[in-house]
DNA sequence: GGTGCCCGTGGAATCGATTACATCGCACAT
DNA sequence: ATGTGCGATGTAATCGATTCCACGGGCACC
């Protein structure tokens, strides 16, 4: 493959000279620069971004660790991040937690060694060395949905607590007392704060939640799936279950279809995250949607800043600078029961 | 950030002795090597992978390029590829070509000034200069799923024909007679594929394809949406819909609903591609559903027999050499009627 | 006509690794 | 005692770019 210095030579130059038009110095003849430019498109000469990288100590590269691409809400996120970060002269290589952290270290150990400018994170659930180790290493980073306490690291996510709320009353409105929640991993953030939520809320309206209606689960559908076995071989199942993302919510519907239990009739079912499916499955299924493009976007800007500038452009109310709380809200559907707002 | 050279320093030896270890090769004393080995966790010392690979020239990371990440099937596939990949020891940037060309190739072209090992394609429909000059170029490449005619490229993929036939079949039985299909991009092989053998199995049933059931899509949700649209503002609607792919059949649904019409007992649909939703989805879809784990892993170990040996290892009865052909089958739900096979 | 300056260009160091080749010391055979 | 060979280690070239600095020539000004 051709390299700079076969374009200097057939264009007669120095490779600076061939650099020079390259990267768009001032100071180069015009006939010079055509000589260089024919060359290049004769030679079909591109590049070598690794050596480039090497003497600029710079990769134009932004690292995303997800916790699951098959759930649909880090798909989306993911998408969205790649666009803004495309928009901003950025590449983004993705790697996938699957929700282990030994594999999320992998990653971030990996993406470090290739010197990406950046790091975007959706922490898996545990005590990740590498994350720790990236966050004093000084690596501009920042959290995206899901964080790690204890990190001074900017973090842009959706506070479902208020939709939260707004679900457990839509709930009680339709005439469920006895509801369920499914959670995620046991130390994750964002679950741990929909169940505070959600436990709140039900104290609210004087609606007890005993341990038996408290799914432990993991964010993958099978947990969901387990979770909705022990629920209903209760001697008082719940009316209602609340699963704290889609994927479980997906596993609940499964159990329940082998169960024979229908829904809203036999039971009520909502889910944190919404996703374009959740319209069609039988019935739609109400849910909590995050502003899921917009997380993204803000990520990408929080980072990029960090990226350039060494430190976060946007002040912030609370919590570490740079952060960034959106909201997210409630898409009441069927799965819940009619009321008048649902019913067609 | 420490480099080799502190760490040698750090060891009191000389470079070469700290690369010497930190590769595993012999001939070096075993208290040298504990002392390298100290150092390099005293300092924290991660070896910078752009240096390494410039020197190697070998990147050990495969590109991966894919049409459209918020389609079931290739998030399935990309998680499919690193997997495999990863047990392999290589790493993988995937790009996202959101059906368009001129993203696409935007994409290959980074991967390919990134000197990655080998790529991976899905090529979106349309003349791919990037593509074109990749394959000529020599770099070790091998499409999945989708491929480009004409180019001496290995390809893995599954072959729908016989699955459309037995789909045909499913609804000649059901009793539907006005059978209309959506298809893909017009250049696109799968949905080309699809569409003949489609057309070939309702001439084997007797059964007519007029050019209005015939809707133009682009393997997006809302081309499936106006597809839709077009066929039930016909004077005589057909009475059942294949979808060539998930997203589109989810664009139908949507239609479908707004227009008040119910699946199956209005209208059949069946969607090429099964994604776990569909069990879920009101009613459950009838879907052909491919490999997608064997592909993806079949796909990375034909890539790398390329990058490692040069040339495929596993000869090929019929296409280009390497090339693997596995087959979808049918999944009969209840969205186009029911039968003793479908009634539960 | 000499001095100084700017413009366009080239030479060479540099980034951080790998690796061919040189070197050194020591044991062993002659 | 000296040559030989081998094992352990160091020296320096190299990968392909960027960029600092130097150089030469033309022009303006004194």
New binding site residues.
């Given amino acids: 493959?051709?390299?700079?210095?076969?374009?200097?030579a057939h264009?007669?130059?120095?490779?600076?000279?061939?650099?020079?038009?390259?990267?768009g110095?001032?100071?180069?003849?015009?006939?010079?620069?055509a000589r260089v430019l024919a060359a290049v498109s004769a030679l079909r000469?591109?590049?070598?971004?690794?050596?480039?990288s090497?003497?600029?100590?710079q990769t134009r590269t932004l690292g995303l660790v997800i916790s699951d691409v098959l759930n649909p809400f880090f798909t989306e996120l993911a998408r969205a991040v790649e666009d803004a970060a495309r928009s901003r002269g950025y590449s983004v290589i993705i790697g996938n937690a699957d929700e282990q952290v030994a594999l999320q270290d992998h990653h971030v150990r990996t993406l470090l060694d290739r010197r990406i400018d950046g790091l975007l994170v959706s922490p898996a659930e545990g005590d990740s060395v590498a994350l720790r180790e990236a966050a004093v290493s000084g690596i501009p980073m920042v959290f995206v949905d899901r964080w790690i306490e204890g990190l001074d690291v900017p973090l842009i996510r959706a506070d479902g607590r208020g939709a939260v709320r707004e679900l457990v009353a839509h709930l009680y409105a339709l005439g469920h007392r006895r509801i369920a929640i499914i959670t995620g991993p046991v130390a994750s953030t964002t679950s741990n704060e929909r169940v505070r939520a959600f436990r709140s809320a039900l104290c609210e309206f004087g609606l007890p939640l005993p341990e038996h209606y408290i799914g432990q689960g993991d964010f993958q559908t099978a947990s969901g799936r387990q979770a909705a076995e022990a629920f209903f071989t209760l001697p008082e199942p719940p009316e209602a279950v609340f699963a704290t993302d889609n994927l479980m919510a997906l596993g609940v519907m499964d159990q329940l279809r082998t169960l024979g239990l229908r829904v809203p009739e036999d039971v009520a079912l909502a889910a944190f995250d919404d996703i374009p499916w959740f319209l069609h499955t039988d019935p739609p299924i109400t849910a909590i949607a995050q502003p899921t493009q917009e997380l993204g976007h803000r990520a990408v800007a929080a980072l990029t800043d960090l990226v350039e500038w060494g430190s976060p452009r946007t002040p912030s109310g609370e919590g570490c600078a740079g952060s960034v709380t959106l909201s997210a809200h409630l898409i009441a559907r069927r799965s819940c029961g009619e009321d008048e707002r649902t019913r067609r």
């Fill in positions: 493959m051709a390299g700079i210095k076969d374009v200097a264009a007669g130059v120095s490779v600076a000279t061939v650099s020079r038009v390259l990267n110095h001032s100071g180069v003849r015009e006939d010079t620069r000469y591109r590049p070598n971004a690794l050596a480039r090497l003497r600029t100590d």
